[in-house]
């Protein structure tokens, strides 16, 4: 079956540094690959997508590029704040089965600090 | 423009009880679908609806069931709760049945079994 598996958590940073979340991914079709965020007691933002090989979705200057050789859409940002702490989640919805359903990693806890 | 919204925002049930949860989706989105979260997990797909059919299932017993109605509202409901059904359960929302632009997630409803 698909899966996500993503980089374990805590990540903590000084604010300005660089980020890089690893996600990767197994899937039997050709998934469409996302990144969402959680921030304290909220639910889930979807923060960027990429819907087929070599894409890159950006947002919030986060950025993402879909790799279908290494299976892997890793997250990035050039200088974080402290208002990026939160949860994020990498996600997959795969054609094979229609779309329905996303399938999350276990999401990477980010702290910023000062 | 109102988003996904879910009702209540938390919920404290006893074991063996009935629990059934509500989702408002985005205006002329006509997908729901329910994930449950369990603190320090990703979500995990309980249901899809789509023009008010079931349209994917997840790997949840029998005890949870689902609904949508005319107006594209659902309902999540739970039987007889087990103290591992204690978790955050999403509401997603899409204008068409597939997920390959993403969902819309609401809040939450914390459901907390005692």
């Known amino acids: 079956g698909n899966s996500v598996t993503q980089m374990e958590g805590p990540v903590t940073l000084s604010e300005e540094a660089f980020l890089t979340i690893n996600c990767t991914y197994t899937?039997?079709?050709?998934?469409?690959l996302f990144w969402y965020v959680q921030y304290p007691g909220e639910g889930l933002q979807l923060l960027l997508k990429a819907t087929k090989a070599d894409d890159k979705g950006s947002n919030k200057g986060f950025e993402a590029t879909y790799r279908k050789e290494t299976t892997s859409f890793h997250l990035e940002k050039g200088s974080v704040q402290v208002s990026d702490s939160a949860v994020y989640f990498c996600?997959?919805?795969?054609?094979?089965?229609?779309?329905?359903?996303?399938?999350f990693g276990t999401g990477t806890r980010l702290t910023i600090i000062p | 423009d109102a988003g996904v919204t879910q009702s209540p925002t938390h919920l404290i049930k006893t074991r063996g009880q009935h629990v059934t949860l509500r989702c408002s989706p985005i205006s002329g989105h006509k997908s729901v679908s329910w994930y449950q979260q369990v603190l320090g997990q990703g979500p995990q797909f309980i249901f899809q609806y789509y023009e008010k059919e079931e349209r994917g299932r997840g790997n949840f017993p029998d005890r949870f069931s689902a609904r949508q109605f005319p107006n594209y509202s659902s309902e999540l409901n739970v039987n007889a709760l087990l103290l591992g059904d204690s978790a955050l359960y999403l509401c997603?929302?899409?204008?068409?049945?597939?997920?390959?632009?993403?969902?819309?997630f609401g809040s939450g409803t914390r459901l907390t079994v005692v």
């Open positions: 996600a997959l919805s795969d054609p094979l089965f229609g779309n329905e359903k996303l399938t």
């Open positions: 899937a039997t079709g050709y998934p469409s």
């Open positions: 997603a929302s899409s204008s068409h049945r597939g997920g390959r632009d993403g969902y819309t």
